[in-house]
């Protein structure tokens, strides 16, 4: 089974060849991702008319490419799938067409897929993972933990109650002075830093449960970095290298506590020993995935995270979830529509009308 995936919901447009053989393996035959850091330097974030006009222009070579490496033309594809939510509505939709067009030119069947569905199933492509497992999804936009029972059935066990974790890192990168995305920024910058050189909270860890917040870590680092600015008339490296690690210690040691509980949680209402494995974007940290890794050898838990380029946005997740999904669900067909908005924990078939 050959399946190609598009991927366009932010501002990674990305296209991929994955085939699935008979034994259950699959392999990733090409992933191309063209970014558009460059094109949102001067704003200081996603500029979404930016980015919708630039997956419009560079999908279809992107298409191009992804069959080109991976040696295999449009008649050797056999299902198409394409992120169609959530995400930025105008590069989702610019996906969403450019996958219609393509099923209909071909007669091929069309799977809308979940973004976080993609993030999510993503250990199952590279490791021997069953279902079902427990997941912590760290990206740009989103930080839940999920009980992940199947191809399309998921259940949150908690999340952030504000900011996402990315969204943090790329905060705090701006905060800093450093560049975007702020999380490889803030990372490389936090290891010529100290760990404790400045005393930031730990959100919510009095509280029980595995919900998380990170929007007050966010406003300490603010305070401390204006309180050095006050007392030094600026931010000397040093302070700002301090910063980042601080910022990162305290990242890490709440996602590491909220992931025990969140253990906890799975072992008391879930079926038995889990496997815990991490997804998204911030899951590139290699601070995060250590203290993780440790988290899960002490427990006795499997640890399992996909390499870096796995896990920021791709389209071989894309195309892997419908490969999966293709056992539970039909194909969508041309009623797709494109969802800026599509929760992942309740049954919710991409073949909704828009704005429902
Ligand atoms: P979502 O998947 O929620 O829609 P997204 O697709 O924008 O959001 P991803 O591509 O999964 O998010 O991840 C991007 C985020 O990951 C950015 O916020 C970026 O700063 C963060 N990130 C990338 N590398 C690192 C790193 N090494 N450390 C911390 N954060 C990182
Ligand atoms: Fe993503």
Known sequence: LTVLGLESSCDDTAAAVLRRYAGGETEILSSVVYGQTDLHADFGGVVPEIAARAHAEALDHCVEQALTQAECGLGEIEAIAVTAGPGLIGGV???????????????????GINHLAGHALTPRLTDDVPYPYLMLLVSGGHCQFLMVEGPDSFVRLGGTIDDAPGEAFDKVARLLGLPQPGGPAVEATAAQGAADGFALPRPLLDRPGCDLSFSGLKTAVLRARDAVVAAQGG??????????????????????????????????????????????????????????????????????????????DNAAMIAFAAIEQMSTRPPDGFALSARPRWPLDRASPAMLGSGK
């Not at 890490?252 to 020993?273: F, N, W």
Request: proline share 6%; aromatic share 6%; with cysteine.
């Open 235 to 312: 931010l000397p490296e040093a302070a700002r290298a301090d910063l980042c690690a601080s910022f990162q210690a305290a990242i890490v040691d709440v996602l590491v506590e909220k992931s025990h509980r969140a253990l906890d949680l799975y072992r008391d209402t879930g079926p038995g020993q889990p496997s815990f494995c991490v997804a998204g974007g911030v899951a590139a940290n290699t601070a995060i995935r250590r203290g993780l890794e440790t988290l899960c050898a002490d427990a006795g838990v499997r640890f399992c995270a996909p390499p870096l380029a796995l896990c920021t």
């Open 93 to 111: 939709v610019s996906g969403v067409m450019c996958a219609k067009g393509l099923a209909a030119a071909t007669g091929l069947p069309l799977y």
